[in-house]
C-alpha cells in the first residue's frame, strides 16, 4: 500500500479557462509551499484555513517554490513573502517574470505581429493582459533553483526536474523515495498545457521551440516513470505512463491536422490557427497562435513544410 504523501493538496477556483487550483503545503521542516495562487481572495483564504487547520499561521511559512512563472501559480507570493520572511524559489529561467518591470504581453508582441495577428487583436490582448496583471504583486528577489537540485526537509527530500516547454523555466519536484511527481503545469490530466511562445532564455532574439522541448520533457517524465503525479490543476494522475503516451497522441495528430491545411499559397500562424479553432478573443489570441506555431515547428523539423519572411511576417506553406 502506497504511504500517505508528504503534501496537503489546498485546491480553490482561479478566474482562468483551467478553472481550480492545487497548491502543496509540505507540513514538515522547513514549513514549504509549492505555488501560490493569483492574488485573488479565493486563494488566500484556502491558503489560510490549511495552514489553520494544522496549527499553523501565514507566519511560520519558511519557504515557497514555484513551479513557473504564471501568474496563478505566483501572484500571492510577495504577500506571503511579506507576512512570514519565507524565500522564494524558481528555476532562473522564469525568475525575470516574478520580478518589477516585467510585462508577459510586452516580450510577446514582436512574436505574435511576425505570427500574423492583427493590430487591433493585439490590442484587445494587450487589455485583457493589463487586467490579468493586476493578479500579482512583483518582487524584489528570488532564489534560484537548479536542475537536480535537492530541496530537503527532515525526513524526505524533493529533486528539482527542469521541464521547459509550458515555460521555460518550468520545474517539477520529484519525491525519489516514494515515486511521487509534483508536476505544476507539465502534465495535467485532462488538458494538454499550451506550449506558450516566448523568447528564447539563450538568445532572446529567437522564439524558443516550446513543443519540440514540452515533448522531450514528457519523455524525462516518463523516463523517471513515476507512480503518480499531484498536478497543479485537476486530479491527480494515477497511470502516469499512459497519460503520457495520450499527450504524445494528442499533439501528433494536432500536427497532422495542421499540416493538411498547409498549401503552396503560405499562410501566417495566425490565419492557421482560425481555421483549427474558430475566431479566438482576448488570452486565447496568445494560446491559439502558440499552440499554431509549436506544431509548425514539428512540421519544420520534419521538413514538412517551409516558412518565409515576407514584410515582418512569417507565411507557412506546404515545402
Ligand atoms: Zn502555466
Ligand atoms: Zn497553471
Known sequence: MRQEPPAVPITFP???M???MNLYLFPAEPLTLLDTGPK???ARQAIRKTLETRGYGYRDLKRIIITHGHVDHFGLARELAQASGAAIYIHPYDAYKLLHGYSFIRE??????EAGVPDERLKELEGWCINADKLFDPLDEVHPLQENEQISFDSFSLKIIHCPGHSQGHI???DEERKELYGGDHILKHITPNPAIEPSPSAPEKRSHSL?????????????????????????IDSPRKRIKDIQRHHLRRKERLQGLLNGRGSTAYDLGQKLFGIPKEMDIFLIVSEVLAHLDLLLKEEKAVALAKNGVIYYSTP
Not at 108 to 113: H, S, T
Not at 215 to 227: G, W
Request: net charge positive; glycine share 2%.
Open 18 to 20: 483551467v478553472k481550480s
Open 40 to 42: 485573488t481572495p479565493p
Open 212 to 236: 519540440v522541448q514540452y515533448l522531450d520533457s514528457l519523455q524525462k517524465i516518463d523516463r523517471l516513470n513515476p507512480s503518480c503525479i499531484f498536478p497543479a490543476h485537476g486530479p491527480v
Open 108 to 113: 510577446k508582441l514582436p512574436l505574435l505581429r
Open 172 to 174: 517539477c519536484l520529484y
Open 14 to 16: 482561479v478566474p482562468f
